[in-house]
């Protein structure tokens, strides 16, 4: 990654937004009809710099980021795990809450997580960013690096399909109706979805800008799509 300047932003922001997105899931936003949650102000941004690492640096590069991200968020949940699990100080207490117990009730409320859905947002998390990147790289090799948008549009439905689909029916399958859970789903999907298109200009300036400081537009024809692999060249 030494050679790159800016490849390290890009992987702190994707990273980010990762950690971020799986904090603030907890809370519930109704948008006129669509009930959502706040993970998606924030979320997509890490497919937009998916698309942007796959276009720039490529696959191999993408998927270290990708593990990377993993391995930062799994980190971020064992210091939560441990943190919710010390004993609270006697004279602690959380804005209005002023004894520990509320306080502890209050943090665990907000930080706390079910092994459920922390297994469902792993697998989710994996299986959406890997098929992103790898149907990107695909793309970009089909149409010979034309066609910006198609690309990480066209990416971005097979990657979030996948993430929001795997992710509710690992979640909730035999806690919400089936009817629920699918309009659930075709819910997210399409928001996210649309949040991505509807940055593609952005998209546009940060891939070019990043060509051109960079000195690379990598094209994944030698390489392999396995995503247990560490070598960024293979």
């Known amino acids: 990654m030494s050679r790159y300047r800016w490849l ?35 979320f997509p941004i890490s497919y937009i710099f998916g698309d942007v690492l796959t276009e720039v640096y490529g696959y191999g590069r993408a998927r270290q980021v990708i593990w990377i991200g993993f391995g930062c968020n799994l980190l971020a949940v064992l210091v939560i795990w441990l943190s919710i699990n010390l004993p609270a100080a006697p004279f602690w207490h959380m804005g209005s809450f002023d004894r520990p117990q509320s306080s502890q009730q209050a943090f665990e ?43 990480t549009i066209g990416s971005t439905l097979v990657g979030q399909l996948a993430d929001t689909g795997l ?27 649309l949040y991505e298109a509807s940055a593609t200009p952005l998209t546009y300036l940060v891939v070019n800008y990043l060509k051109r400081a960079e000195n690379e537009d990598y094209y994944d024809r030698e390489t392999k799509f396995s995503p247990f692999v560490w070598d960024e060249k293979t």
């Open 109 to 151: 409320a907000v930080l706390g997580f079910t092994p459920r859905l922390l297994v469902a947002s792993f697998i989710a998390y994996l299986a959406g960013e890997f098929l992103n990147s790898f149907v990107l790289a695909k793309m970009k090799i089909a149409t010979s690096g034309r066609y910006l948008w198609m690309r």
């Open 8 to 42: 390290p932003v890009v992987t702190a922001v994707f990273v980010t937004s990762l950690i971020v997105s799986n904090i603030i899931a907890v809370k519930l936003i109704s948008i006129g009809p669509l009930l959502l949650t706040s993970a998606i102000i924030i």
């Open 167 to 193: 992710f509710t029916l690992v979640a909730f399958l035999g806690v919400i109706p089936a009817g629920h859970l699918f309009t659930m789903t075709v819910t997210q999907w399409l928001v996210k979805s």
